[in-house]
């Protein structure tokens, strides 16, 4: 079972990105899905996150209005269009399988994560 986060790179302060996530060894489209991330030399924080059936979508107040979460099932993956970005953005992003199908903010609900990719904002 793998999440594979896709799209990082180097744009400039507000410029857009939009990361994929792709899932592959089992289906996640029963699971809630979501984005962290992680600054250097800080915890990892919530960024978005979206239910099984995209009925339900909560975005960090860092990130809402800038940031757009959507899923696709029957591709399995998952992607985060991101816009207007800070040099506050900077960081590792990952993607995140939720254990049940509700979405979640908390980083203990999620039972697989992707290995990251990097986004960086510069000024």
């Known amino acids: 079972v793998q999440l594979q986060a896709s799209g990082g790179g180097l744009v400039q302060t507000g410029g857009s990105l939009r990361l994929s996530c792709a899932a592959s060894?089992?289906?996640?489209?029963?699971?809630?899905m979501g984005w962290f991330r992680q600054a250097p030399g800080k915890e990892r924080e919530f960024v978005a996150t979206?239910?099984?059936?995209?009925?339900?979508?909560y975005y960090a107040d860092t990130v809402k209005g800038r940031f757009t979460l959507s899923r696709d099932n029957t591709k399995n993956t998952v992607t985060l269009q991101m816009s207007s970005l800070k040099p506050e953005d900077t960081a590792v992003y990952y993607c995140?399988?939720?254990?049940?199908?509700?979405?979640?903010?908390?980083?203990?609900?999620?039972?697989?994560w992707g290995q990251g990719t990097l986004v960086t904002v510069s000024s």
């Open positions: 995140a399988a939720q254990r049940s199908s509700g979405g979640s903010s908390y980083t203990r609900d999620y039972g697989y």
């Open positions: 060894g089992r289906t996640f489209s029963n699971n809630g």
């Open positions: 979206i239910s099984w059936n995209g009925s339900r979508i």
